[in-house]
C-alpha cells in the first residue's frame, strides 16, 4: 500500500506540473492571437508569415497566405474584440501544439478565428495554421 501511495503521489505531482505548463501555453498563445490582431490591424503580412513555424510555411506559399489575410482585413476591417471559444492541447514527437478557437468581432462583421500553435523546444510558439469561418467576409 505504502508504494502505491508513492507512486500515486509522483503521478500527481507530474501531472500539476505538467499543468501548470498547459495553462501557462494557452496564456502565451492568447497573447500571440493578440499579436496577430494587431498585426492584421496593421497589414503586416510580412511579419506574420516570418514568424510562422516552418511548417506553415512549407505548406502554404507566402503569396497564398498574404492574400488570405489581406482578404480578412479587406472584407471584416479591424479587429474590435475577440473572445475564446474553446482550446486544447496535444503533445507528441512533433512538439506539444495549442488549438485556440476565438470569435472575433471586426468593423464590418464575426468571424470564427482558429489558431494552431506549437511550442519548441524553445518555449516560443510558433503559428502552424490559421483558418476563419465567416458569413460576412463571405458576403462583404
Known sequence: MYRFARYLTLFV???MLAGCGIKESFEEAEAEV???HKALDAGDTQKLWAT???EMR???GREQFGKLLEAVHRKLGAVRESKQLGWSANAGTGGTFVTVTMKTTFEKGTGTEQFVYRK???GRLTLVS??????????N
Open 13 to 15: 505531482a507530474t501531472a
Open 34 to 36: 493578440a499579436s496577430f
Open 52 to 54: 510562422s513555424d516552418p
Open 58 to 60: 512549407n505548406e502554404q
Open 120 to 122: 519548441r523546444d524553445g
Open 130 to 139: 490559421y483558418e476563419i469561418q465567416s458569413r460576412d467576409m463571405l458576403l
